[in-house]
C-alpha cells in the first residue's frame, strides 16, 4: 500500500478506517496455486478445461490469484492427483472422482452410475438436488471441497480388437475401464485393468489389453486408438456421462478473500458447461473421420450384452450402496432424483428425441453399422 493511501486511511477514524486498511490490504493480495490434472496436458475436451479454468481466474482476477497447470506426470502422475491436493502439494486438481474409489467409494456415484443419469441430469441433481452437498460431505474427512468441473456427456461403448457378436465372446478379453461399469465387466467375465489415459494407446496396440474404453470420438481420435483396435462399440451404458471434479485444498480456499473466492467457483461452473459444450460439439466429426477415413467398424453392442450389463449393473450399485451410511445416503437421494427427471424427461426429451428421429436410424446407417 502506498504511503498517500495509508496516511489517508489512518485519518479515518474507528472501525471504518481500520476497515479500509484492510480492503486495502487485502486487495493487492496475490496468490499463486498449482493446478494438478490426471490427463495429458493440453489435451482436447479433457484437458482443455483446467487450461480454461487457469485463464479465466487470471483474467476476473486481475492477476491476482494465477494457476498454473500440469498435466499427468508433470507434477504428480495422474492417479495421484486426490493426494497431491489432499496433502498440499498442489492447491487445486482435475480428475474423475472415481479414481479414488480406494479411499472413499462411494466417489463412484458422482463420477458415472451404469444405466445412470446422463450430463443434463447429473448437473440437476449436484446444483439442485443436494448432490453437491454429499459430494462435499463425503471428501471432508480428505481435506479437500469438490465442485463439479465437466462432463463428457454420454460415452462409447469401447474399442475392442474383435467383434463382439454376444456376451460369450467377453468372456476372457483384458479391458481397461473405470469405475463402476469396469466391476459389471468384470462379473461378465472380463479382466479389468486400470490405467491412465496416457497409457491406453500402447497397452492396447501391444496386445496387453484387447479393449479399453475412454471417453468418446473426439477423443478418442486424438489418442489414435483406431490405430489399435478395429470395432467401435456404442452405446456407453456404463458412463451415460462422466462428471469431471474440480478438488481443492480446504486450507488454500480458506486463505482465499471472499471475492478471489467467488471467482473460482464462478470460473469452475462456466468451465463445467464448456467442456460438455466442446464435447457436443466436435463428437460427430470426429466419429465421421474414424469411419469414413479409418474405416473403424461402427457396431451397436449386442441386446443379450446391454441385458446383462443392466441386470449385473443393479447388482453392482446396490453393492455399493449398502457399504456403508454416506454410500447408501448418496444414492438414495441419487435415485430419488433420478426416478423423478426420468419421469419428467419421458414426456420431454425422450418423447422428443422420438418424435424428432421416428425412424431411429443416422447417417452412419439405419442400425449405425
Known amino acids: 500500500m502506498q504511503r498517500t493511501s495509508l496516511a489517508k486511511a489512518i485519518a479515518l477514524t474507528g472501525a471504518a478506517g481500520m476497515m479500509l486498511i484492510g480492503v486495502q490490504a487485502q486487495a493487492q493480495d496475490t496468490f499463486e496455486w498449482k493446478l494438478v490434472t490426471s490427463w495429458p496436458k493440453n489435451f482436447p475436451g479433457v484437458g482443455q478445461g483446467p487450461e480454461r479454468l487457469a485463464k479465466l481466474v487470471e483474467e ?10 500440469f498435466g499427468a506426470g508433470q507434477l ?13 502439494t498442489a492447491q487445486i486438481g482435475h480428475s474423475a472422482s472415481y479414481y479414488w474409489k480406494g479411499k472413499a467409494p462411494a466417489a463412484q456415484f458422482f463420477a458415472a452410475v451404469p444405466f445412470g443419469m446422463n450430463a443434463q441430469e447429473m448437473n440437476a441433481w449436484l446444483h ?3 448432490g453437491l452437498e454429499l459430494w462435499n460431505e463425503l471428501y471432508d474427512d480428505f481435506g479437500v471441497d469438490v465442485l463439479a468441473a465437466g462432463a463428457s456427456g454420454v460415452q462409447m461403448g469401447g474399442w475392442y480388437n474383435k467383434e463382439i457378436n454376444s456376451v460369450a465372446d467377453l468372456d476372457g478379453l483384458k479391458m481397461r475401464m473405470p469405475g463402476l461399469g469396469g466391476e459389471v465387466m468384470n462379473r461378465m467375465g472380463v479382466a479389468i485393468v486400470n490405467m491412465p489415459g496416457g497409457e491406453i494407446f500402447t497397452s492396447l ?9 475412454w471417453i468418446g470420438p473426439y477423443n478418442d481420435l486424438a489418442f489414435g486408438l483406431h490405430q489399435a483396435a478395429e470395432y467401435y462399440y456404442y452405446p456407453g451404458w456404463h458412463e451415460p456421462t462422466v462428471m469431471f471434479e474440480a478438488i481443492i485444498n480446504e486450507d488454500a480456499y480458506a486463505e482465499l478473500p471472499a471475492d478471489l ?15 460438455l459444450d466442446e464435447y457436443t460439439a466436435r463428437n460427430n466429426d470426429a466419429l465421421e473421420t474414424l469411419i469414413n477415413e479409418h474405416d ?38 441419487y435415485r430419488d ?12 426429451e425422450q418423447a422428443y428425441y422420438n418424435a424428432r428421429n421416428p425412424g431411429g436410424g443416422t447417417d452412419f446407417g439405419e442400425d449405425g453399422e
Open 337 to 348: 432424483f433420478q426416478n423423478k427427471v426420468v419421469n419428467y424427461h419421458a414426456i420431454s
Open 128 to 130: 439442485y438436488g443436494g
Open 261 to 275: 473466492q467467488a471467482i473460482l467457483r464462478t470460473a469452475v461452473r462456466d468451465v463445467n458447461q464448456d467442456v
Open 296 to 333: 473403424v467398424q461402427l457396431r451397436k453392442l449386442p441386446d443379450d450384452v446391454l441385458a446383462q450389463a443392466q441386470e449385473y449393473s443393479a447388482e453392482v450399485v446396490q453393492e455399493l450402496a449398502d457399504s456403508s451410511d454416506i454410500a447408501g445416503r448418496i444414492y438414495d437421494s
Open 76 to 88: 504428480v502422475p495422474g492417479f495421484e492427483v486426490f493426494d497431491a491436493v489432499s496433502e498440499g
Open 205 to 213: 496396440q501391444s496386445g496387453a489389453i484387447d479393449a479399453t474404453e
Open 60 to 69: 476476473m482476477s486481475d492477476g491476482r490469484l494465477k494457476i498454473e497447470v
